[in-house]
C-alpha cells in the first residue's frame, strides 16, 4: 500500500518543486503518475523509494501487509530509474544481477532464471555496454524484480523503446500486476500503458491536479501539458467528430 499525506518537498530552502500532494494506491493496483517535464514525477517516486525526505507531510509505502513473517519491510519497493545506465553497476549482466546479493544461497539461479524469463538469457556473459537501450532497460526492471518487490516505482520505463522493446516492457509490466505487485509508473506520456492502468495521477508544476480511473481523466490531461492517448482522441473523433 502507497499513501502519501499533504507531502511538500524542495531540493533547495524556500522552492518547493513538490506542495501539498497526498495519494493513495491500493495493494497490487498500477498508478499511472504523469505529467509534463519537471512536474515531479521522479522527485515523488524517490520519496516513495525513501531517497529523499519531504519538507512536511507524511509518507507510507510498504509491502508489509503481504509479508508472512513482517520482516524486511523496506526490502519490498524497489525504483527502477529512468536512466539505466545510472542504475547498471556491474560489468556484465550476471554481475550486475548478483552484485550485493552474495549472501543469498539461490541467488545464482534465481538471477539465471530471471535473465531468461525477461530475454536475457543469450546475453548473460555479456557486458553491459554492448546491450541495447531496451535490454539495458530490461536488465533494470530484472534486478529489481529478483528481491521480489511487493511495490515497484517505475521511472519512464518506456522511454526511448522501440516498439518490440515496448510490447516486451508492457508485458513484463502486466507480469508484475498478475503476481499482486503493487506498481507506480511515472511517464509524461500515457500512450505505451494507459489501458493498463487502474488509476492515473497527472502532476503539473508540483501539485497534484487529476486523480481519478483512467475513463474520468483522459479529457482533461491535454490542458495540463499530458498528450491524450490515439485511441482516446480517434474514439472522440469519430464518435463526436471533433478535431484532432
Ligand atoms: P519530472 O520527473 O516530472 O520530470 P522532477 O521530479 O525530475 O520532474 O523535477 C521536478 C522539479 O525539481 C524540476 O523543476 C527540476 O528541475 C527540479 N529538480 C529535480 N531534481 C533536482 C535536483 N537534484 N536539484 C535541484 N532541482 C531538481
Redesign the pocket.
Given at each position: 500500500m502507497i499513501h502519501l499525506n499533504d507531502l511538500s518537498y524542495g531540493?533547495?530552502r524556500g522552492v518547493d518543486?513538490l506542495s501539498g500532494i497526498s495519494l493513495s494506491v491500493k495493494p497490487g493496483q498500477l498508478l499511472g503518475l504523469v505529467?509534463a517535464?519537471?512536474?515531479?514525477?521522479?522527485?515523488?517516486l524517490a520519496i516513495m523509494a525513501g531517497l529523499l525526505t519531504p519538507r512536511q507531510g507524511s509518507v507510507l509505502v510498504s509491502g508489509g501487509e503481504f509479508l508472512e513473517n513482517g520482516a524486511g519491510n523496506e526490502q519490498r519497493v524497489r525504483l527502477v530509474m529512468q536512466d539505466a545506465d545510472l542504475q547498471i553497476v556491474g560489468a556484465t549482466v550476471e554481475e550486475d544481477l548478483l552484485l550485493g546479493r552474495e549472501a543469498e544461497a539461490d541467488a545464482g539461479i534465481r538471477a539465471r532464471d530471471i535473465a531468461d524469463r525477461f530475454g536475457l538469457g543469450d546475453v548473460w556473459a555479456a557486458p553491459v555496454h554492448s546491450l541495447s537501450w531496451g535490454m539495458k532497460k530490461k536488465l533494470c526492471l530484472a534486478g529489481a524484480a529478483l528481491d521480489r518487490p511487493r511495490v515497484l516505482l517505475l521511472d519512464e520505463p518506456f522511454s526511448g523503446l522501440d516498439y518490440p522493446s515496448v510490447r516486451e516492457m508492457r508485458a513484463l509490466i502486466d507480469a508484475n500486476r498478475q503476481q499482486g505487485i503493487t506498481q507506480v509508473l511515472?511517464a509524461h506520456d500515457l500512450e505505451a500503458f494507459v489501458d493498463m492502468a487502474d488509476r492515473l495521477a497527472v502532476?503539473e508544476k508540483?501539485t497534484l491536479v487529476l486523480e481519478g480511473v483512467p475513463a474520468d481523466v483522459l479529457g482533461r490531461v491535454a490542458s495540463f501539458g499530458v498528450r491524450p492517448p490515439c485511441s482516446w482522441v480517434l474514439n472522440r473523433s469519430v464518435t463526436h467528430g471533433e478535431e484532432w
Open positions: 531540493y533547495s518543486v505529467g517535464n519537471g512536474s515531479g514525477k521522479s522527485t515523488v511515472a502532476l508540483g
